[in-house]
């Protein structure tokens, strides 16, 4: 029975959009997602560190992807490290990458945009962002490199995490709904097997 409880909390922790409340991570993000998804209103966390952007109307545009690792984790600058997110439309095409948070010198963030390289993986998928090579920009590459290796690594990381399962509101549904299956079909198992263990003590007294 303690299995049982044990799948029967697992599936139900999986189901898409229990956490449906936006967190802190996302506070920094909201103004730049405004701008490069119009309409945006609302960010609802769907998975850990992946949010999905609606309109007012609950009609998503996009997502936003965060970060799912620690400051250790990131590349230094110039001045620091700087976090990243990037910014989906409904294709899960890359619109943009913002960057989070930082103690990076103003100018070379400033350079940066002039030259829009927080353009650059636009168009792509996750799949193309995780092999894709840019070009920094000079005088400003510490932080060209710091961006870009944490772009890649968001990619890369947002890849591994993702359940391989059919798209759409199928394949949101599926994996969860095998685990409750698996558990119906072990708590079946479980009350057949004392059923017959019942019904042999009842007619086995004549030995």
């Excluded at 229990?18 to 730049?32: Q, S, V």
């Excluded at 989906?88 to 002039?114: C, F, I, S």
């Excluded at 890649?152 to 685990?179: C, D, F, M």
Aim: glycine share 14%.
């Amino acid at each position: 029975m303690m299995k049982l409880c044990l799948l029967l909390q697992l599936a139900l922790t999986l189901l898409p959009g229990i956490a449906g409340a936006t967190g802190e991570l996302c506070a920094p993000y909201r103004t730049g997602v405004g701008e490069l998804l119009p309409g945006a209103s609302e960010l609802v966390e769907t998975r850990p560190f992946d949010y999905e952007i609606r309109d007012r109307d609950g009609r998503a545009l996009g997502r936003l992807l965060l970060e799912p690792f620690g400051e250790e984790e990131r590349a230094m600058g110039y001045a620091g490290t700087i976090p990243v997110a990037l910014c989906l439309d409904a294709r899960d095409r890359a619109v943009g990458v913002l960057p989070g948070p930082n103690q990076e010198t103003p100018r070379y963030l400033k350079k940066l945009a002039e030259n829009r390289f927080f353009e650059r993986w636009n168009g792509l998928t996750l799949e193309q962002i995780a092999g894709r090579e840019v070009d920094a920009v000079t005088g400003a590459t510490f932080s060209s490199e710091a961006i870009r290796y944490g772009v890649r690594k968001l990619a890369e990381r947002h890849l591994a995490a993702t359940p391989q399962s059919p798209p759409g509101p199928i394949g949101e549904w599926l994996w969860p709904g095998v685990l409750l299956l698996g558990a119906a079909g072990y708590l079946l198992y479980r009350f057949r097997r004392g059923a017959k263990g019942r019904c042999c003590g009842c007619h086995g007294g004549g030995n």
